[in-house]
């Protein structure tokens, strides 16, 4: 089985910041897949990133990047400069192989960005 | 393009009613997902199809639950005997063909808002 532990309910960044959301995962399977997902107040859950267990270097698009520590069975999500549109909930997930594709999620942690 | 698309967006309906929610996905994407999220939780796993059959059904709570996707694209989920408890937002998602090796990315929906009075 896996499982996904975001230890932050709550942040606070000042807009143009630097802010790290905590991911600590489980699993036995050695192939699996990490996600960030990013839910505004309209809902919708939008992917931001993803690490492939076996991949070398930690993922980047634009301001989010992924911090991959596979020995510690981490996946911080960094977004540097924040936006006020960055305000959201942002929820850490995981696939593996062996559990047939389903995505497994973190109780995530709301983000509010301050002018 | 078009993203995955749900309807209703908000259903009100009285316990013991039967209702259904739909789920277009995006055109090409083979595998559907649905999911289903409680207020200040993770969304949690319901059911996977691959085409037009379920793949993967473990997550339906009870045999009340039932979903289907009979020409392989649009899915309906079909919740009967509805019950306080089953008040959630209902996510659905979809991916590309799911092959061996694949951990593709899943593209959600906006949801349907379900409450049961």
């Known amino acids: 089985a896996q499982k996904i532990t975001q230890t932050q309910p709550g942040m606070f960044v000042q807009e143009k910041e630097a802010v790290t959301l905590d991911c600590t995962y489980d699993?036995?399977?050695?192939?699996?897949?990490l996600f960030w997902y990013k839910q505004p107040s309209s809902g919708e859950m939008i992917f931001l990133i993803y690490q492939g267990s076996y991949d070398q270097q930690n993922a980047t698009e634009g301001r989010y990047s992924l911090n991959f520590q596979k020995a510690r069975k981490s996946a911080n999500l960094v977004i540097s400069a924040s936006q006020l549109g960055d305000s959201a909930m942002y929820f850490c997930?995981?696939?593996?192989?062996?559990?047939?594709?389903?995505?497994?999620f973190g109780k995530g942690t709301l983000l509010t960005v301050n002018p | 393009g078009a993203g995955v698309s749900q309807t209703p967006s908000n259903k009100v309906t009285e316990k013991g009613k039967y209702v259904e929610l739909r789920c277009d996905p995006i055109s090409g994407h083979t595998a559907l997902y649905w999911y289903r999220q409680s207020l200040g939780q993770g969304p949690e796993f319901l059911i996977y199809?691959?085409?037009?059959?379920?793949?993967?059904d473990s997550g339906l709570p009870n045999d009340r639950f039932f979903a289907v996707r009979p020409e392989g694209s649009v899915s309906t989920l079909k919740i009967q005997r509805t019950e306080r408890g089953d008040s959630a937002v209902y996510l659905c998602?979809?991916?590309?063909?799911?092959?061996?090796?694949?951990?593709?990315?899943?593209?959600f929906g906006p949801g349907t808002r379900l409450l049961v009075l």
């Open positions: 199809f691959q085409g037009t059959g379920a793949a993967d």
């Open positions: 997930a995981m696939r593996a192989r062996g559990s047939n594709y389903k995505l497994t």
């Open positions: 699993t036995s399977d050695p192939s699996y897949g």
């Open positions: 998602a979809s991916s590309p063909k799911v092959t061996s090796g694949s951990l593709e990315t899943q593209y």
